[in-house]
């Protein structure tokens, strides 16, 4: 998944070899404030466009508060990317100061932990007033289990002028049919798993979505919506979260019908003292083992090694991120550190050193299940997104440096 520099999530690389572009509203941080006598609330990101091919549905969450954007008059926050981490600064808008660091545990030389599909979200909130503030960050999330496969039965291939390869690609975006979301807790976890429907054995798509935080965070409490309508207004998230950083506290997990979309929130409530500042970890995990192919063959991907293939272990993923996200934030730092101090290599050229690495991870990125041919499993990136070859020697040729040096048993494998 990606979140862009406004705040939107609008690009998903989850099925193999395949890329949607589409930006959820609903798929959104939010914080709200209080000192006693004011009070504000703003999704956490600029306000999303109307989508112009469907001009009758209005505006997207219509009662929500989105995030002013920055103008010539105003900045109200900055973005900074050095992958696998970005962060955001949000100035001049809350009285409270809040940042938000994001990253997911692409280590070199670690064939593990590089194959998890999650995301962590470090939070960090101050208070730098002499009033206290009661604060509340809110995470909402769409069921999407089942969107991220091709609904073609025979994406057919053809072929450009140039001698490039297309098909059709049909993605099952906006279903919803047997989808529904529940509550789950375990240790070190606290938060809602999204589910669908299923076939056997599991296939394309199908699988599990996790939203969590930690439950031993000191001074705060968890509360859980498992299911709102994001097909409407957004009123019932919204108007509890903006009168007091409250969400309808309620498991419901019943079953969607066609056309009956579900998402799910938490929110974490605290409360700052002045110069107190408080550090809070969001995960979002998904647990998606099958990609697969016109030609009617399955993968498992290279995380199953690990947690299995049954496609219920979102919960276990997201768990172990809150509970090792610190030595993984400390692991990219050590080894970005030496580069980053290379004052001989001009900054922008630092800067591509890391910052291009995300092909690897976002460039249709085929990792599979390890095999006795394959200890860690076969690895490809396509050519780029117009183009659907794997691994074109042209283009490897000047590309697959980064893979060499990080990850060598993947260049390996290739």
């Known amino acids: 998944i990606g979140r862009a520099p406004d705040g939107s999530f609008n690009l998903w690389h989850l099925d193999g070899g395949e890329h949607w ?15 006693g006598d004011q009070s504000r609330a703003h999704a956490l990101a600029v306000k999303p466009e109307v989508d112009a091919s469907r001009p009758a549905a209005g505006e997207p969450l219509s009662a929500w508060s989105w995030y002013p954007a920055s103008s010539d008059k105003q900045r109200t926050g900055t973005y900074a990317a050095r992958y696998p981490i970005s962060s955001t600064q949000y100035t001049g808008v809350f009285q409270a100061e809040v940042s938000c660091e994001a990253f997911s545990p692409i280590l070199p030389g670690d064939y593990q932990r590089t194959s998890y599909p999650v995301a962590v979200f470090v939070w960090t909130l101050t208070n730098p007033t002499n009033r206290p503030l009661d604060l509340s960050l809110l995470l909402s999330w769409r069921n999407t289990t089942g969107w991220f496969t091709n609904t073609d039965p025979t994406a057919a291939v053809k072929f450009r002028d140039d001698g490039s390869p297309e098909h059709n690609y049909v993605p099952a975006i906006g279903s919803t049919r047997g989808q529904t979301n529940r509550w789950v807790e375990q240790a070190g976890l606290k938060g809602v798993l999204l589910e669908g429907e299923r076939s056997a054995p599991i296939g394309e798509g199908q699988g599990q979505w996790c939203l969590a935080t930690d439950p031993a965070l000191q001074g705060v409490t968890v509360q859980r919506c498992s299911r709102w309508d994001p097909s409407g207004s957004g009123a ?25 979309p579900a998402s ?5 409530r605290c409360h700052l003292d002045p110069g107190q500042s408080l550090e809070i970890p969001l995960v979002i995990s998904w647990d998606l083992p099958v990609t697969a192919f016109a030609t009617g063959t399955r993968a498992l991907r290279r995380y199953t090694d690990f947690f299995g293939a049954d496609g219920n272990q979102a919960g276990a993923i997201a768990a172990e991120a809150l509970t090792d996200w610190r030595p993984w934030r400390d692991a990219i730092d050590t080894w970005q550190q030496p580069v980053l101090e ?23 990125s085929l990792w599979t299940a390890a095999s006795p041919q394959d200890p860690v499993g076969r690895f490809g990136v ?29 260049d390996k494998s290739v």
């Open 236 to 260: 019932e998230l919204w108007e509890p979260f903006a009168r007091d950083g409250s969400i309808p506290d309620s498991n419901n997990d019943r079953r969607s019908a066609g056309q009956d």
């Open 382 to 410: 396509l050519e780029c997104l117009d183009y659907a070859w794997y691994e074109s020697l042209d283009v490897r040729l000047y590309g697959s440096f980064a893979l060499l040096q990080l990850w060598p048993e993947l």
């Open 342 to 364: 290379r004052t001989d290599l001009a900054e922008p050229l630092r800067m591509a050193l890391f910052n291009e690495l995300y092909d690897l991870a976002s460039g249709g």
């Open 21 to 35: 572009f589409g930006n959820l509203p609903d798929c959104q941080f939010a914080l709200f404030e209080t000192d």
């Open 264 to 268: 799910a929130a938490l929110a974490v």
